[in-house]
């Protein structure tokens, strides 16, 4: 059974930093092209970042140079740095493994306010 489990979510001002994490079960993230999706309020979910399998790295234009998007495969753990965060990044972010089938995580909301 997959399971996904992110954390580090939660209140910062604008400028400020978080680091995201995604603990994985049940699937083998070197094997896998994983990835982070966001949520925010009326709005469709968004592709922000993700990895593929040689580690190439791609992101939404609008988080280029503030986010990174990395994996630890021996822990099997995803990472989402976060800088430079603007109110426009709140969302509920989630850990997805991309492809058929796909498997997300139950989310974790990030806010960004003063």
């Known amino acids: 059974q997959v399971q996904l489990v992110e954390s580090g979510g939660g209140l910062v001002q604008p400028g400020g930093s978080l680091r995201l994490s995604c603990a994985a079960s049940g699937i083998v993230f070197r094997f896998n092209v994983m990835g982070w999706y966001r949520q925010a309020p009326g709005k469709q979910r968004e592709l922000v970042a993700h990895?593929?399998?040689?580690?190439?790295?791609d992101y939404k234009d609008s988080v280029k140079g503030r986010f990174t998007i990395s994996r630890d495969s021996a822990k099997n753990t995803l990472y989402l740095q976060m800088n430079s965060l603007k109110p426009d990044d709140t969302a509920v972010y989630y850990c997805?493994?991309?492809?058929?089938?796909?498997?997300w995580g139950q989310g974790t909301q990030v806010t960004v306010s003063s």
């Open positions: 990895i593929t399998r040689d580690d190439t790295t």
């Open positions: 997805v493994k991309l492809g058929v089938p796909d498997y």
